[in-house]
């Protein structure tokens, strides 16, 4: 998922952080990505 492979901070409260910043980039990835594939209506 966007060449992500191993967390770079220590600690699960940071660890959590870096997930969910690593899920909202895919997840805006996508969007903009479905977006420009989307019927013009």
């Given at each position: 998922m966007l060449g992500f492979?191993?967390?770079s901070l220590?600690?699960?409260?940071?660890?959590?952080?870096?997930?969910?910043?690593v899920c909202v980039s895919y997840?805006?990835?996508?969007?903009?990505?479905?977006k420009n594939f989307a019927p013009a209506a």
């Open positions: 492979r191993r967390f220590r600690g699960l409260e940071k660890v959590s952080l870096e997930w969910t910043l997840n805006l990835k996508r969007l903009f990505t479905l």
